[in-house]
């Protein structure tokens, strides 16, 4: 383990998402320095009122992908974490406009590798999908399998995949031809609560995916899922942990059934934020007295 906390400040892109303002809170909490950039000028002066510290200075940058548009964010920047991401939801119409996901996405990540190569920063890390580990011909998934990406696709989730993969195979291209050191995190369906100010805990679209198989177990086919802040630690633990650089970490802590994941949700990922949606029958009542008794409070701890 390196230390690293002496060093220079951590640059955080999509500070203002579901996952990055949990790293920007686990951040500041270990007593870094954050530089977070966001695209509107909203979204910095609500990052600015959750987390009121001289220690986080926000950069309004409304695309990544500009000529040298991250150049005053990554002065002074030991480390980069790469979380900005455009996600599609359930309503996402399909389009034929590969400018809007998968370029988009491919130049985003490029404009990192190469602002993290011009400021000698020490470590990248990026926000990766354990989608982009969708081999369909491969019996497990692990960090050689890779999704093969269709671009001539114009479904929205096909799309959006895509992009992942050809993102983060760029970012691997560049990370051996700038010298610049990379690890991905790909976790599966993340679930947790919000912690920016006024934002509802139920807007986040993978805590919608897990809310509706809860609420309709006919749809209830997901594959795994991981606490929001559990990803945080494990972006923590990229920049902190030498023997996790070039690795492509496969991040996912729970895989259950529709009735357990009602409990579990209820108990440590939404709480009683969601009570008024969700009702259960006595059943899941009794097993959700069971998990409270005996989870209350934990946040899972292991990593596959």
């Excluded at 303002?21 to 909490?29: K, M, P, R, T, Y």
């Excluded at 990379?182 to 006024?198: E, F, N, Q, R, S």
């Excluded at 929001?228 to 630690?233: I, L, S």
């Amino acid at each position: 383990m390196t230390s690293t906390r002496g060093k220079g400040a951590v640059l955080t892109t999509g500070a203002n998402g579901f996952v990055g303002s949990h790293i920007v809170s686990l951040l500041l909490s270990r007593g870094y320095k954050v530089h977070a950039t966001v695209r509107r000028q909203e979204a910095a002066d609500q990052l600015a009122n959750t987390f009121p510290s001289d220690r986080l200075r926000v950069f309004v940058i409304p695309e990544l992908t500009e000529a040298n548009a991250l150049d005053e964010a990554c002065y002074d920047c030991s480390f980069l974490i790469h979380v900005a991401s455009t996600v599609p939801t359930k309503n996402s119409t399909p389009g034929n406009d590969r400018s809007i996901s998968i370029d988009a996405t491919v130049g985003s990540v490029e404009a990192i590798m190469l602002a993290a190569a011009k400021f000698d920063c020490q470590k990248v890390v990026v926000t990766s999908s354990m989608s982009t580990h969708l081999d369909a011909k491969a019996t497990f998934l692990d960090e050689t399998t890779w999704y093969a990406p269709d671009v001539s696709s114009t479904k929205p989730f096909i799309q959006y995949m895509s992009a992942k993969v050809l993102a983060e195979q760029r970012a691997w291209e560049l990370s051996s031809s700038l010298g610049v050191p990379l690890t991905t995190i790909a976790p599966v369906y993340i679930g947790g609560p919000t912690i920016l100010a006024g934002q509802d805990p139920k807007a986040p679209i993978s805590n919608q995916d897990l809310l509706c198989c809860i609420q309709d177990e006919a749809k209830s086919k997901i594959p795994g899922w991981i606490d929001v802040r559990t990803v945080a630690r494990l972006h923590l633990l990229a920049l902190e942990a030498d023997q996790m650089v070039g690795r492509r970490v496969l991040a996912c802590t729970h895989n259950t059934g529709v009735v357990k994941m009602d409990c579990l949700l209820m108990n440590k990922l939404l709480a009683n934020e969601t009570a008024d949606v969700i009702e259960f029958d006595q059943t899941k009542r009794d097993l959700l007295d069971q998990i409270r008794r005996f989870s209350s409070g934990r946040v899972s701890r292991s990593v596959v």
